[in-house]
């Protein structure tokens, strides 16, 4: 009876290891981001998504913190964030050709864009880049990661309302995205994620990122893209890879999709620091109650 007893005992244990289970899931909101097309862009339209999802992501990221930022970083229409995008494609910026954008040049583009043009330098970065990406021209910033991307690190982007922007490729083919959501159940507890466990992350895609077309141009609002994402090799480690049915047209919208399964090399996040623009937005508020309360101690007496 005894022996029986521990059976019982170690395979209840075994099966409640078993059925063990993680849900890792975070999402923004899809409503604040922008849905230009990167074929709105010319010239190089074609090959504008870098600067094209940089511009959504923004518009994101002004929507989520529009006590701080207003509409100063894209605008508010349409037409605005092509403006917008003109800015970031060109060569003081991320000087996109007909080849696309280096990677390396994200960085500092962006940080050009939002603390010097823009004025606002509450604001932080951080990313993940093969190391290789640097240059003496664009060496590596003091806040970026050596290395391959990973799950943990676009989590964390997410929950924590970072615009990010990731990029991935197959063979010499690369494209540039607007993170949205990541939803992963780690079935066995491991840490790496399966194929088989389709783990999925959400985005908008430059290419098809409007939910109307119902003319040349899109009419909104930001359309999600959904694809399976997966430790290559199932190993810890492995660089995540990505599959999904890519838009493979162009303007004006056609049903035109196509496979596309490549691995995600590059993530670069932008940080609002929360608690500076709150303080910031608290004083703003309190400033007139402020210079009421001090104008009834002293009050003037001529000009003062």
Not at 11 to 33: G, H, K, P, R
Not at 107 to 128: C, E, H, M, W
Not at 205 to 220: K, R
Not at 237 to 250: K, R
Request: aromatic share 12%.
């Amino acid at each position: 009876m005894k022996l029986t007893a521990a059976l019982t005992v170690a395979v209840s244990l075994a099966i409640s290891q078993s059925n063990a289970a993680t849900l890792y899931s975070a999402s923004e909101n899809l409503s604040l981001f922008g849905w230009l097309d990167q074929y709105s862009m010319d010239p190089n339209g074609n090959m504008a998504c870098v600067p094209t999802s940089s511009t959504n992501a923004l518009t994101f990221l002004q929507g989520a913190n529009s006590s701080y930022f207003g509409t100063a970083l894209t605008g508010s229409t349409y037409s605005s964030w092509v403006s917008t995008n003109t800015i970031l494609m060109s060569a003081p910026y991320m000087a996109t050709t007909a080849n696309g954008t280096l990677y390396n040049h994200i960085p500092y583009a962006l940080t050009q864009y939002i603390k010097v043009d823009r004025g606002f330098t509450n604001v932080s970065f951080s990313g993940i880049f093969p190391e290789d990406f640097w240059s003496e021209t664009y060496p590596k910033p003091s806040y970026m990661t050596d290395g391959l991307p990973t799950s943990s690190f676009l989590l964390n982007a997410l929950k924590t309302n970072q615009a990010t922007i990731f990029s991935f490729s197959s063979g010499s083919t690369g494209h540039e995205v607007s993170a949205v959501g990541l939803n992963w159940l780690d079935v066995n507890e491991d840490g790496i994620i399966q194929q088989s466990e389709n783990a999925t992350v959400s985005f908008v895609d430059p290419l098809d990122p409007s939910v109307s077309y119902t003319g040349v141009l899109p009419e909104g609002t930001a359309k999600i893209t959904t694809a399976q994402i997966w430790n290559a090799g199932d190993v810890a480690g492995g660089e995540l890879n990505i599959t999904y049915n890519q838009y493979a047209g162009s303007l004006p919208y056609a049903i035109d999709y196509g496979p596309y399964t490549g691995s995600i090399n590059t993530i670069f996040a932008i940080i609002p620091e929360p608690q500076t623009i709150a303080l910031l937005v608290l004083s703003l508020t309190f400033l007139p109650l402020a210079m009421r309360w001090k104008h009834s101690l002293f009050p003037r007496a001529g000009k003062w």
